[in-house]
Nanobody, 118 residues
Framework: QVQLVESGGGLVQPGGSLRLSCAAS????????MGWYRQAPGKQRELAAT???????NYADSVKGRFTISRDNAKNTVYLQMNSLKPDDTAVYYCNAQIYTNVYIDYWGQGTQVTVSS
């Protein structure tokens, strides 16, 4: 059974930084694209950033230049470094990974709350 476990959320003042981590565990043969999505109250879940197994990255326009996604393939872990945080970044952040056991399946973490407020 595969699990994604997130950590690193919390309360931060505007302009501050947070680093999210997401570790995949279980019967994993390989992992394709990993990413972070976020969902603010009353809004749909949206992409924040993704990274392929080869390190190619993609960012939402709203986070470009402020967020950096990275991964450690040896640890099956993806990170999201968030700088210059704004109140609009307040949301539940979800980790996503395309994991190959005997087929590729999309897995989601349980979500971690990020609140940007003074």
């Amino acid at each position: 059974q595969v699990q994604l476990v997130e950590s690193g959320g919390g309360l931060v003042q505007p302009g501050g930084s947070l680093r999210l981590s997401c570790a995949a565990s279980g019967s994993i043969f390989s992992i394709g694209t990993m990413g972070w999505y976020r969902q603010a109250p009353g809004k749909q879940r949206e992409l924040a950033a993704t990274t392929t197994s080869g390190g190619r990255t993609n960012y939402a326009d709203s986070v470009k230049g402020r967020f950096t996604i990275s991964r450690d393939n040896a640890k099956n872990t993806v990170y999201l470094q968030m700088n210059s945080l704004k109140p609009d970044d307040t949301a539940v952040y979800y980790c996503n990974a395309q994991i190959y056991t005997n087929v590729y399946i999309d897995y989601w973490g349980q979500g971690t709350q990020v609140t940007v407020s003074s």
